[in-house]
């Protein structure tokens, strides 16, 4: 279970998230803002807990594990409301403590969270893009594609998941943009228009 810390952080966070009335979202005690499309729904941490238990996790040890840890991101987008039957677009912020990969790239990161993924929760996934080098709000970043199959209330839904990793500090900030395959071109604009508004302190 070498990466099983790994798999529960691509969801775990929670934190006190402030809504402003200028749809921007600010998290202070993460030092992180984001902007929300005002067409987008921003689910609460109890409602993000609820659409997860959706999803079909083959391993009752890591579902366990998830459900321990509170697993909600400190900021979820969804493009339709929490009742939304199917696979929602969703675009997704964690901040994760570092453990045995502080001092590591961002390229690092992602390659151990996503080899994670694959033992342990999707067997099917694919990175068809990265890890390559970028940044985010002006900090070292990596960014990666993968597909994979998500199963939601017995139906599967062939999926793609764009992920950046932004280590800082003793911490990394996980950011995913997720969609069904074949999801609308317009969904993917707006989920890159989200991403291009986060804002992240440096670090102090």
Do not use: C
Not at 11 to 16: I, M, N, R, V
């Amino acid at each position: 279970m070498r990466f099983f810390p790994y798999v529960i952080a691509f969801l775990a966070y929670s934190g006190a998230v402030h809504a402003q009335s200028d749809e921007v979202v600010s998290v202070p005690a993460a030092g992180v803002e984001v902007a929300k499309p005002a067409d987008w729904e921003h689910p609460t941490p109890e409602q993000a807990v609820e659409s997860f238990r959706k999803v079909e996790i083959e391993s009752e040890k890591i579902r366990a594990a998830l459900a321990k840890s509170g697993f909600a991101p400190i900021v979820t987008f969804t493009k339709y409301p929490a009742s939304y039957e199917g696979l929602n677009p969703t675009f997704k912020i964690g901040l994760h403590a570092a453990g045995t990969l502080e001092g590591h790239s961002a390229s690092d990161i992602l390659t151990a969270l996503m080899r994670g993924l694959k033992e342990q929760m999707f067997p099917d996934l694919v990175m068809r893009d990265g890890p390559a080098d970028t940044s985010i709000s002006g900090l070292p970043a990596a960014y990666g594609r993968t597909e994979y199959t998500l199963t939601i209330s017995g139906v599967e839904y062939p999926t793609i998941s764009e992920i950046w990793i932004v280590p800082r500090g003793t911490n990394y900030f996980l950011i995913s943009a997720s969609a069904r395959q074949g999801e609308a071109d317009g969904i993917r604009a707006e989920l890159r228009s989200i991403l291009e508004s986060v804002r992240i302190d440096p670090p102090s």
